[in-house]
DNA sequence: CCTATCATGTAATCCGTTACATGATTAT
DNA sequence: ATAATCATGTAACGGATTACATGATAGG
């Protein structure tokens, strides 16, 4: 069966943390997302039901249902999954992300510097103070697959302090 | 009449460019898309057909269309597009980009650093020299509006290229 | 015991992407 | 002249967001 679907980055945010999982619930996904993932790739939580399902469909996961009681669904990765997930890792790409910042797109249009950056300064060191305390828990002997994407969000996050400083001053 | 309809980021972008062309088609608007707001924001060019549509049904933006030949539309910005585009403008927001970075997407999940890097650093720094000769072709007398999100592009790129260049190594 | 929040999910809408299509220019 | 590319647009699909809804659990 397995009709076709496109695979999206989302789907292979389910797919990535469903593996880790060994298997999950929607529930379960959203926790691991809010628990970091999220910091730099947000999903809606209602996606987490719909793809899934969307994956079970093509075949890429499989889903058993409880009997009882609440009826939940819990997934794990197909054979046709994994393999999915580990070509796209291998995949070296050279895709860029956009900035798409809200704040800079008001600039773009000609909004007043100072009153953005004194919105946006706040925000943006609260998540630098977050990702480096998050850092320092961890420790050096943290995995690279965690430690990596922090160390960029937290390079990030200092650059737009210093873009906003200078503007702010 | 105008029917209610929910004003995004494309919304804004369309509003800004018309505001600042006076009067545009479409295919107007994409040039300027692709001339620089591109970079950081890219818009799909069809976008650049149904958005002006949709904003025309909720009073935004005034059509007009050309009688004979092509039958272009041109569209410009109402009184209620114009405060519209306003008060957008004038409100300091705090919301925040995310990465949304595929290369770092699949480092997370366990990606071969190494591999990724040599991707993604050519990229980047083909970026990044574009931007620095942009902005120096443009000099020190760019408006703002112009300079702030070039400098900002160009801080984000060294940071991209400091990142995957720390793991090429 | 009541209420607030968490847990869990479905449904509808709609924006954004992809695919398709054709007339006009430019290059060879 | 013909091919290629630019200019200009429409149509369809589908993924993502928003809104709605209800059962369980914990706090006061």
Redesign the interface.
């Known amino acids: 069966m397995s009709s076709e679907i496109r695979l999206t980055?989302t789907s292979?945010?389910v797919l990535?943390l469903t593996e880790?999982a060994g298997e999950a619930t929607p529930y379960e996904l959203k926790q691991v997302v809010a628990a970091g993932?999220g910091d730099?790739?947000?999903i809606q939580h209602a996606q987490l039901y719909s793809e899934p399902e969307r994956l079970a469909a093509g075949g890429y996961l499989a889903e058993r249902r409880e009997k009882g009681g609440r009826r939940r669904r819990h997934y794990k990765l197909t054979a046709t999954g994994r393999q999915a997930?580990r070509d796209?890792?291998?995949?070296?790409?050279?895709?860029?992300?956009?900035?798409?910042?809200?704040?800079?797109?008001?600039?773009?249009?000609?909004?007043?510097?100072k009153?953005?950056s004194?919105?946006?300064l706040?925000?943006?060191r609260k998540?630098l103070s977050d990702y480096e305390a998050l850092l320092a828990e961890l420790g050096a002997d943290a995995p690279?697959?965690?430690r990596?994407?922090l160390?960029?969000?937290i390079?990030?996050e200092?650059?737009w302090v210093?873009?906003w400083s200078k503007?702010a001053k």
Chains 1, 2 share one sequence.
């Open positions: 980055p292979y945010i990535g880790a993932l730099f790739w947000s997930l796209w890792l291998k995949e070296p790409t050279a895709d860029l992300a956009e900035l798409r910042d809200p704040g800079l797109l008001r600039l773009f249009f000609g909004a007043e510097p009153p953005l004194e919105a946006q706040p925000v943006h998540k690279e697959a965690i990596l994407p160390e960029a969000g390079g990030h200092r650059e210093r873009f503007i």
